[in-house]
């Protein structure tokens, strides 16, 4: 495995990968697929001489999120009020802000970076199928149910020792042309509180961009051909 092989080992990660169960990858995703090791990241598989340089155009696939087994259980066990419990609509307001904050985030870094994000796959493209799963989201907020706008509260009021959130990105990179499986990467991160949870949002969008950025960051740096 060359460098180049060896450096993507580090493109879905960063500095603060947290301990705790990692979701389980499709064996068929992975068939044929060689295993690789990095200090920065919790699994890659990689299919032959990958070379992500020749890829100037992107097309990011819808992200699929998944809550971590038993969340939303576990988050109504203590609530008493049915106004405090966590409805099927809230997971699904947040699933929907990971989602979105997922694309924009990576769109966002690779645009400034140079690449192109099209619309749909195709010669010349890599296809990135990412998913957010095992996703834990500690504090969510509820009243956004009753909120009209959005807030903004001073940095000194929020309690930055919290985790806000622990994702799990899945990442399966396609060649967009062919439709070949070239890598599959998995990686879990945390983030502590950012802003307040009041407003119109039911997760801290900002801990949530710390990671969502600093995965993008990797992929550029993976796509310029940087050696880790």
Not at 9 to 34: C, F, H, K, N, R
Not at 149 to 177: K, Y
Not at 188 to 201: C, E, F, P
Request: aromatic share 6%; glycine share 6%.
């Amino acid at each position: 495995m060359n460098k180049r092989h060896c450096f993507f080992l580090g493109v879905m990660t960063g500095a603060l990968a947290a301990a705790g169960v990692q979701a389980d990858i499709d064996p068929s995703a992975i068939e044929g697929m060689e295993s690789a090791e990095w200090s920065d990241v919790d699994t890659l598989y990689t299919r032959g001489d990958v070379d992500l340089t020749r890829f100037k155009a992107i097309y990011i696939e819808a992200p699929e999120v998944v809550m971590r087994d038993r969340w939303l259980r576990e988050q109504n066990r203590p609530r008493r009020s049915p106004q405090d419990r966590i409805r099927p609509e809230d997971e699904e307001k947040i699933k929907e802000e990971l989602s979105t904050d997922l694309v924009d985030r990576f769109t966002a870094a690779l645009n400034q970076a140079g690449f192109e994000v099209v619309a749909s796959a195709g010669p010349g493209t890599l296809t990135l199928k990412p998913a957010l799963v095992n996703v834990d989201v500690f504090d969510p907020n509820l009243s956004y149910r009753q909120s009209s706008r959005r807030v903004t509260v001073p940095s000194a009021q929020v309690n930055s020792n919290l985790i806000a959130t622990e994702l799990t990105l899945q990442v399966h990179l396609f060649d967009g042309a062919s439709d070949a499986a070239m890598v599959v990467a998995e990686d879990r991160l945390q983030a502590r509180k950012v802003t307040s949870n009041i407003g119109l949002d039911v997760t801290d969008r900002p801990a949530n961009a710390v990671i969502l950025d600093r995965w993008a960051a990797k992929l550029v740096q993976a796509l310029n051909g940087a050696e880790g």
